[in-house]
DNA sequence: TTATCATATGAATAGATGTTCATATGAAAG
DNA sequence: CTTTCATATGAACATCTATTCATATGATAA
């Protein structure tokens, strides 16, 4: 009886296969799809991005107020900037010397809602 | 003219500041707070992590079927499995030598949903 | 008890990541 | 054009993390 799609090699008799193994994988994205997924989280997994995220909840900021606000390098801030646009997060507006940042995306919100409710049922 | 609670240096003239700080600060949760919210989402920032939740949101799975059906060692899958019930996103039960895990709390289907959300409007 | 199997765990290793430091860029003012 | 300021960027370094390997645990069956 051979397999197809799946090697079992042992645990073939209690765990449930073959069947169960498609139907789960047949319902999964490809790989392409959650490793993009993987790496949005990985985003939200820094608590010095969750910060600047939430200072941004409320109003636009320049670099130089997240800085200050969260006490944190102005470094720091600025490759974390960085990161949280090239994942179109934040977006930024250039006023002279000075550089904007606000959020860019709605599902900041409720990503951070969601982890949140998570959080206060602990 | 003092600065109470934040000390702005430079940038002190044409980005908001003390008031508009003062607002944000109160707005936002208490540090300890972001941080636990961060390490969740840390949670799900790996592949493997993200892949499993996704083959439990079908049913139960055992250790064994998740490292056949993801191609994963089960090695492996076994220190993913502890990192997830740890954060309380798995649950298990023992049946004889086989371990089932299942998914431990609803919010990682809407977690995961407002990420894939983001990801889709790309 | 002994053998076998499913799972768990600790140590080691390689790769990823965040901060800092030094420096570059870009814009306004003198 | 030079200076000053806000921001960006690259390299270096330290820390963290995921996997693998070896082995332990816990359970069933012979």
Redesign the pocket.
Known sequence: MPNDNIDVE??DFL?VHKDTVREVLDSMPDDEKLYDLAELF?VFG?S?RIKILYALFEKEL???DISNLLG?????V??????LKTNNLVK?R?N????FYSLDDDHVYSIIGCGMEHINEL
């Open positions: 042992k645990c765990c990985k820094d010095t320049c670099v130089c944190i390098s102005q470094t720091a600025s490759h974390q900037l960085k990161i930024s250039r002279g010397k000075i550089v």
